[in-house]
């Protein structure tokens, strides 16, 4: 179950990725454009928030079941402190995805609900912005770009 886990993670950082630079790109344009805020605007912030879901589950799946790493990490985090690699995925990463998580769906749900149109650009702007700037930080970007099954 590890392998299929882990390159299903792996497959879906891209798609939330996408969406995210998507969003963010939309939400900043609304906003320094003064653009009506649009269903569309809508529906990216919704789906990078259902991606970035996506990816909190199956990295809850690997963080506590399938994954070998965090396994030795937690066991003795002392020593996973200590090294580089356990510690991006026992801590650094964890930390840096799950605020991303919570900054997506703030982008969302506080644009949805701000009164105008410039309000809403500049929340999901300011939220997703800071969701992309996490998810680049935390991003194992040693990791192989596309999974083998």
């Given at each position: 179950?590890?392998p299929?886990?882990?390159?299903?993670?792996?497959?879906?950082?891209?798609?939330?990725l996408i969406?995210g630079?998507?969003?963010?790109?939309?939400?900043?344009?609304?906003?320094?454009?003064?653009?009506?805020w649009?269903?569309r605007?809508?529906?990216?912030?919704?789906?990078?928030?259902?991606?970035m879901?996506v990816?909190?589950?199956?990295?809850?799946?690997?963080y506590?079941?399938?994954?070998?790493?965090?396994?030795?990490?937690?066991?003795?985090?002392?020593?996973?402190?200590?090294?580089?690699?356990?510690?991006?995925?026992?801590?650094?990463?964890a930390l840096y995805?799950?605020l991303?998580v919570?900054?997506?769906?703030?982008?969302?749900?506080l644009a949805?609900?701000?009164?105008?149109?410039?309000?809403?650009?500049?929340?999901?702007?300011i939220?997703?912005?800071?969701?992309?700037?996490?998810?680049?930080l935390?991003?194992?970007?040693?990791?192989?770009l596309?999974?083998?099954?």
């Amino acid at each position: 179950m590890y392998p299929i886990t882990l390159a299903l993670h792996n497959l879906v950082r891209w798609v939330a990725l996408i969406l995210g630079i998507l969003a963010a790109a939309r939400a900043f344009s609304g906003w320094f454009g003064n653009r009506a805020w649009s269903e569309r605007d809508r529906k990216v912030g919704s789906f990078f928030s259902i991606a970035m879901d996506v990816q909190l589950l199956l990295g809850l799946l690997l963080y506590f079941v399938f994954s070998p790493l965090t396994r030795t990490a937690l066991s003795n985090l002392g020593a996973a402190m200590g090294s580089a690699d356990l510690r991006f995925f026992a801590l650094e990463h964890a930390l840096y995805m799950f605020l991303a998580v919570i900054f997506a769906h703030l982008g969302s749900i506080l644009a949805r609900r701000a009164t105008d149109a410039k309000a809403k650009h500049q929340r999901a702007a300011i939220f997703f912005g800071l969701a992309m700037l996490l998810i680049l930080l935390g991003m194992p970007w040693m990791r192989p770009l596309l999974p083998s099954l």
